[in-house]
């Protein structure tokens, strides 16, 4: 079935530095999101983006994070500076149509750990 | 409360045997997907539901978005089966998926 590919794997960082999150998207899909899992919880929302611009985003989006899809390259996430609390999966999906109207797809996930 | 409520939380079945996870939403649901998450933490995609059911070889699910709730079944389990079952939820407001807090399969000989 269709692949998202999220580079890197694992990423261990000190707290205060920036950290960027990396997603390649399934090639024709328009809208992408990204998801936070804590260890052993469930998946929470962080924010979706179409069109280059976010279109939804939770308060777990802190201003501390951005998005962003330079043409033709990864979807990425960015946290800076990282806090302890920022340590979990992140999952990047996409989806051709907008969310409720098409399947998401996810990921194999980033995991963050940040000392 | 939690928009996405998913029962059982934890479930041993013996291998071959049969059973049924359940979502109720307390959000005007409008479409459902249902994941597999495996011990290492890659999320499979299982079914996406408008209203209505779907069958995948030993699993079917169901969508109800007036009684607001859709179940998954599994049929004669095996060993592969075991993992986290996630339910989520979209709305039609919304481009965002709401998920459950998982219900985690153990099948056993």
């Known amino acids: 079935g269709p692949k998202v590919l999220q580079i890197p794997s694992h990423q261990i960082i000190d707290m205060g530095q920036m950290v960027t999150l990396n997603c390649d998207p399934v090639?024709?899909?328009?809208?992408f999101y990204w998801y936070k899992q804590i260890l052993g919880q469930q998946m929470e929302f962080l924010v979706n983006f179409y069109n280059g611009k976010v279109m939804e985003k939770s308060k777990l989006f802190k201003d501390q994070f951005s998005v962003e899809r330079p043409d033709g390259s990864y979807f990425t996430l960015k946290i800076q500076p990282t806090a302890l609390e920022d340590s979990a999966v992140y999952f990047c999906?996409?989806?051709?149509?907008?969310?409720?109207?098409?399947?998401?797809?996810f990921g194999p996930g980033t995991r963050l750990l940040v000392l | 409360g939690d928009k996405v409520k998913q029962s059982p939380s934890a479930l041993s079945l013996q291998e071959g045997t049969n059973s049924a996870l359940r979502c109720n939403f307390s959000i005007a649901a409008t479409t459902v997907q249902w994941f597999l998450q495996n011990p290492r933490g890659s999320l499979m995609n299982l079914f996406y539901?408008?209203?209505g059911t779907k069958e995948n070889g030993r699993l079917k699910s169901a969508f109800d978005s007036k009684e607001s709730y859709s179940t998954l079944h599994i049929r004669d389990a095996q060993l592969e089966d075991s993992g986290t079952y996630f339910c989520?939820?979209?709305?039609?407001?919304?481009?965002?998926?709401?998920f459950g807090q998982g219900t985690i399969l153990k099948v056993y000989l």
């Open positions: 090639s024709n899909h328009l809208y």
């Open positions: 989520a939820a979209a709305t039609s407001s919304g481009q965002k998926l709401v």
């Open positions: 999906a996409s989806s051709s149509g907008t969310g409720g109207q098409d399947t998401q797809y």
């Open positions: 539901l408008v209203p």
